[in-house]
């Protein structure tokens, strides 16, 4: 029987978690966004001061996919809450079980850390996603509308 296994990832798999960004954002129709190169990748998942982690998933010894993660804080609960940054499965092996194992595994982290909530983003256009969340029980949250500040915006108001 084939089985799904899921590990920490080591800085050993930084170009494999690489490969697998580079593979979500032409999933995700952005490949010309990804400006992470592996040595970021090291640096960001396993440096001295990181507060972030991934996870890699395995379909009969074969890496198939990553979840990366990390801790976020609620004020309203005084818990702490596990964010899902990146949830990524190859194409040929969707329907495996992967995806489910994964955030499984990582619900597993949040209930062993106390963590007040899971938490993640998923694109509205992707329906595949949408009804797979909401097949294990994940509810949208309608209410809030994302904001983002990022390059020349990010510096320009950092000094103004």
């Given amino acids: 029987m084939s089985e799904v296994e899921i590990r920490q990832a080591t800085i050993e798999d930084s170009a494999l978690i690489h490969k697998f960004v580079i593979e979500l954002a032409i999933y995700e129709k952005a490949e010309h966004e990804v400006l992470a190169t592996v040595a970021d990748i090291e640096n960001a998942l396993f440096g001295d001061n990181t507060t972030t982690k991934a996870v890699i998933c395995y379909f009969n010894n074969e890496p198939i996919g990553l979840a990366?993660?990390?801790?976020?804080?609620?004020?309203?609960?005084?818990?702490?809450?596990?964010?899902?940054?990146?949830?990524?499965?190859?194409?040929?092996?969707?329907?495996?079980?992967?995806?489910?194992?994964?955030?499984?595994?990582?619900?597993?982290?949040?209930?062993?850390?106390?963590?007040?909530?899971?938490?993640?983003?998923?694109?509205?256009?992707?329906?595949?996603?949408?009804?797979?969340?909401?097949?294990?029980?994940?509810?949208?949250?309608?209410?809030?509308?994302?904001?983002?500040?990022?390059?020349?915006?990010?510096?320009?108001?950092?000094?103004?």
């Fill in 68 to 160: 990366v993660y990390f801790f976020n804080f609620s004020t309203w609960l005084g818990k702490h809450g596990l964010y899902l940054e990146d949830l990524y499965v190859t194409q040929k092996y969707r329907g495996v079980g992967a995806g489910k194992a994964l955030l499984k595994y990582l619900a597993n982290i949040a209930i062993s850390k106390k963590c007040g909530r899971f938490e993640w983003n998923v694109l509205d256009w992707n329906e595949p996603a949408i009804q797979f969340y909401e097949s294990i029980g994940a509810k949208p949250q309608n209410e809030w509308i994302g904001y983002r500040l990022t390059g020349k915006a990010l510096e320009d108001f950092a000094v103004s």
